[in-house]
């Protein structure tokens, strides 16, 4: 089991910049990767990025060049986000990914935070 904990949203105007913090705690040595996803009104949740063990990361079209996935040792996990515009507002959510089983085929499991809301408003 994971829990995850995110902190660092808010308020900020356009052109803004934030950084999300998601910390693990539980069986951290059994995440893969963990990532970041959002949601905004009305819509449904969206892929952000993710990084992975080894640092390889993946970006969602949208925020590529704007926001930064990083990790430290303790794999607590952050999410820059730069140049902020007001359709990155939405409630972002911390995701991590476990493998467990065999490695040659894995069944993996999914663990998510609470969510802390992001709004980019003049």
């Known amino acids: 089991q994971v829990q995850l904990v995110e902190s660092g949203g808010g308020l900020v105007q356009p052109g803004g910049s934030l950084r999300l913090s998601c910390a693990p705690s539980?069986?951290?040595?059994?995440?893969?990767?963990m990532g970041w996803y959002r949601q905004a009104p009305g819509k449904q949740r969206e892929f952000v990025a993710r990084?992975?063990?080894?640092?390889?990361v993946n970006y969602h079209d949208s925020v590529r060049g704007r926001f930064t996935i990083s990790k430290d040792n303790a794999k607590n996990t952050y999410l820059q986000m730069k140049q902020l515009k007001p359709e990155d507002t939405a409630v972002y959510y911390c995701?991590?990914?476990?493998?467990?089983?065999?490695?040659?085929?894995?069944?993996?499991?999914?663990?998510w935070g609470q969510g802390t809301q992001v709004t980019v408003s003049s």
């Open positions: 990084i992975f063990s080894d640092g390889n």
């Open positions: 539980g069986s951290v040595f059994t995440i893969s990767y």
């Open positions: 995701q991590a990914v476990t493998g467990r089983g065999s490695p040659s085929s894995p069944t993996w499991d999914e663990y």
